[in-house]
């Protein structure tokens, strides 16, 4: 049986992988080992959010489930003034993504292991960034969306991609209940960027 890449202490014999990846302007040396979503190379949707996501120098930016880490290096790469922490519950890909922080020598990034907002209890940040894990199941993809406003400044951003129709939709009707907003700032091969602002009502 095929374990799945949220569990905390994946089990699988460990194969190693290295390959280079190029967003943004950013070329990144990524390792990977088994364990690990999309371990051999970098899945689309993480691709598509790294493309279009909003990052702007000087933001905390937080990188929830953060898998090998490339979105939240991509972001620390963007944002040179800012800050980066970057969150997954297991704890190999914890282990990769401090390997990768280290061999792309990034300074303005921490990585952190724990369940979703654990690791950042009582932190706000500028944006939230994630690929949810859709095949974990919408209870943990709408925990994502509910407790991300407590997470955010005022005018924060929560940033999420998906299928649109292999669960987006849903992802976004919760992102409209939660905030009261959300666009679609992009679409690519069947994924859409969903973007919601923390607004407080008055």
């Not at 689309?44 to 090998?68: H, N, Q, R």
């Not at 303005?108 to 960034?129: C, M, Q, S």
């Not at 859709?134 to 993809?141: D, E, F, H, N, T």
Request: hydrophobic share 40%; proline share 3%.
């Amino acid at each position: 049986m095929n374990e799945h890449y949220f569990a905390k202490i994946p089990s699988s014999k460990v194969k190693k992988y290295k390959f280079t990846i190029c967003l943004r302007g950013v070329e990144l040396t990524i390792v990977s080992e088994s364990g690990v979503f999309s371990a051999k190379k970098l899945d689309k949707g993480t691709e598509v959010l790294a493309k279009y996501m909003i990052i702007e120098d000087s933001w905390k930016i937080l990188d929830l489930g953060c898998g090998y880490g490339v979105l939240g290096l991509v972001a620390a790469k963007l944002a040179p003034n800012g800050y980066v922490v970057l969150t997954d519950i297991n704890k190999r890909a914890v282990k990769l993504t401090k390997m990768n922080i280290k061999i792309n020598s990034i300074k303005n990034a921490e990585v952190r292991w724990g369940d979703l907002y654990e690791p950042v209890k009582n932190e706000v940040f500028n944006t939230i960034i994630s690929n949810p894990p859709i095949s974990a199941g919408l209870k943990i993809c709408y925990r994502i969306i509910e407790e991300a406003p407590e997470h955010l400044v005022e005018g924060g951003l929560l940033q999420l991609v998906a299928r649109h129709r292999k669960g987006g939709k849903r992802l976004m009707d919760k992102m409209v209940e939660v905030f009261g907003n959300c666009e679609i700032i992009a679409r690519e091969a069947g994924y859409c960027v969903y973007v919601s602002k923390k607004i407080t009502r008055k």
